[in-house]
């Protein structure tokens, strides 16, 4: 199995701009996570999908944020526009449910907003 | 407010030696806890899961407890590795139909030859 894969791996922008980060989750896992990690906050959740539906958003930070999951297969998470703060590592997670706890973390994309 | 702390926040150990890190919660209802390791620049691993009847569960040279009265948890990790250096994060999941996730803030282990 591949994993969970996530691109880009690494994204340097200028305040302002639009940024698209895209995770393709593990075949058959039925959860979706986002999550975003900084030295300071650790990992918060930002939203996640069951069956491709939204189930919590309340940790996307602010209208600037939005993500979907338009099939099973793939999910985005636009910035837009893009702060210095919103400099951070983002994993995405897969899970074959909500049970068990375990996510199966991508290798994080790491967002640089100067 | 559910909570996971966890202690200490950094460790520095030479390799061959043993340590343990904690991990205290409050999550309520318990289903399970995990502890998930992270290499730098990479995506957290589980290392274990211990669920409510579960007191200790070993993976290798890592070995896990779970006292849930007390609600605390400990990763004890045996003759360590320079590959043990990671940032070591303990997960709670609530027993509820949402099935949250809390996370502590994590363990950062340095292990030096």
């Known amino acids: 199995d591949a994993g969970v894969i996530q691109s880009p791996r690494h994204e340097v922008t200028e305040m302002g701009q639009e940024v698209t980060l895209r995770c393709k989750p593990i075949?058959?896992?039925?959860?979706l996570f986002w999550y975003r990690q900084t030295m300071m906050r650790g990992l918060e959740l930002l939203i996640y999908f069951n069956n491709n539906v939204p189930i919590d958003d309340s940790g996307m930070p602010e209208d600037r944020f939005s993500a979907k999951m338009p099939n099973a297969s793939f999910s985005t998470l636009k910035i837009q526009p893009s702060e210095p703060r919103d400099s951070a590592v983002y994993f995405c997670?897969?899970?074959?449910?909500?049970?068990?706890?375990?996510?199966?973390f991508g290798e994080g994309s790491r967002l640089t907003v100067l | 407010k559910n909570q996971v702390e966890q202690s200490p926040q950094s460790l520095i150990i030479l390799e061959g030696k043993n340590c343990t890190l904690q991990c205290n919660y409050t999550v309520s209802p318990f289903s399970n806890l995990r502890w998930y390791k992270q290499d730098t620049g990479r995506g957290p691993v589980s290392l274990t899961i211990?669920?409510?009847?579960?007191n200790t569960k070993s993976n290798g040279r890592y070995t896990a407890t779970l006292d849930a009265d007390t609600k605390q948890s400990s990763l004890h990790i045996t003759a360590s590795q320079l590959s043990d250096s990671a940032s070591y994060i303990c997960?709670?999941?609530?027993?509820?139909?949402?099935?949250?996730?809390?996370f502590g803030g994590g363990t950062r282990l340095m292990v030096k030859p």
């Open positions: 997960v709670v999941t609530e027993n509820n139909a949402g099935n949250m996730l809390t």
């Open positions: 997670a897969s899970s074959r449910g909500l049970v068990t706890g375990e996510l199966f």
């Open positions: 211990m669920t409510f009847s579960e």
């Open positions: 075949s058959g896992h039925n959860s």
